[in-house]
């Protein structure tokens, strides 16, 4: 095709798309059915991980929960249960080894089967101003927040690619879009998380394997005690989010395809303006939402989880 071609072809499904997505405002688009789906979660032992088990529990799917808490495992393995779950495994796995995941990604694959939904949910925080943070805690928040998500994939996604069939799901955060002052170390963990799942979803589509879906999860400061102690300038704008709302999210979102997870909703409006705006006018904008408050506020000055 010629130039003049395609980029006819560009506005014109530009247009369509459009309209697709003012029409789901009115109509939304049906759950897919994900009975007898394996679904695998990272850092289920607590928090969003045990939360999303929860509601994936009635949904008639074989669950997999990864933690390095094996307590906290087995109270989410009780839990999902109840809720009427009958498939339920979990296993221990420092997602931050890889030589662990693939071991422990094989043991799933012989016991259970081949992962067909995969939740990288497992995260850590430091909480330390970037001079203030050890190189070990600075790592270690590389491994479990970023490159977990290169092995986990490793591992699971080939057998999606070859029944062209799976659901890729990277849990980051609003940091991962933009800056925070004092987590420096944490939002390049969760940058690249969203830089990461975004190339994988453009290799899948340039490769017609369209049947493996990507959502990817970009939540403000959510209260789960990962970050204690941390307020918000205007709770109104961009309020601390309940742990319960942001997983049924999480779920509706996986259930309609939904690429791109924004939480709140005004987090579309300040990604709009942060890529809109000259470098000051951007910086002035943060201060205004709180970016430069002063984050020992929060009481992160240890390794948290999600």
Same mark, same amino acid.
């Given at each position: 095709m010629n130039f003049l071609l395609e980029t006819l072809q560009v506005i014109i499904m530009s247009i369509y798309y459009n309209m697709e997505a003012f029409v789901r405002l009115f109509i939304p688009p049906k759950n897919k059915n994900v009975t007898g789906e394996i679904v695998l979660i990272t850092g289920a032992g607590s928090g969003i991980g045990r939360l999303m088990a929860e509601k994936f529990a009635p949904l008639g799917v074989s669950l997999v929960l990864w933690d390095i808490n094996q307590e906290g495992m087995k109270e989410t393995s009780r839990l999902v249960k109840e809720k009427g779950a009958t498939k339920v495994h979990y296993y221990l796995c420092d997602c931050s080894d890889k030589a662990e995941v693939y071991r422990v990604a094989d043991? *799933?694959?012989?016991? *259970?089967?081949d992962v067909s939904i995969l939740i990288n949910n497992a995260g850590i925080v430091t909480g330390r101003k970037f001079m203030d943070a050890p190189d070990s805690l600075i790592e270690k928040t590389i491994e479990v927040n970023t490159m977990a998500h290169f092995w986990t994939y490793k591992a699971f996604l080939p057998a999606m %690619?070859?029944? &062209?069939? /799976?659901?890729l799901v990277s849990i980051a955060s609003s940091a991962g879009l933009i800056g925070v002052n004092g987590l420096a170390d944490y939002c390049a963990s969760k940058f690249a998380a969203v830089g990461f799942a975004e190339s994988v979803a453009l290799e899948l589509l340039a490769t017609g394997k369209d049947g493996v879906k990507t959502t990817i999860v970009c939540p403000y400061f959510i &209260? %789960? /005690?990962?970050?204690? /102690?941390? &307020? %918000?300038? $205007? +709770?109104?704008?961009? +309020?601390?989010?309940? +742990?319960?709302y942001v997983a049924n999210k999480i779920i509706e979102a996986i259930l309609t395809d939904q690429v791109y997870l924004l939480l709140p909703k005004t987090m579309y409006l300040i990604m709009g303006l942060k890529n809109s705006l000259r $470098?000051?006018?951007a910086a002035l904008l943060g201060k205004y939402l709180g970016a430069f408050e002063n984050p020992e506020h929060c009481e992160t000055t240890s390794l948290k989880l999600h």
């Open positions: 043991k *799933v694959k012989r016991e *259970v089967g %690619t070859a029944n &062209n069939h /799976g659901h &209260n %789960t /005690g990962m970050f204690d /102690g941390c &307020n %918000t300038k $205007w +709770p109104l704008l961009l +309020p601390i989010l309940d +742990p319960d $470098w000051k006018q």
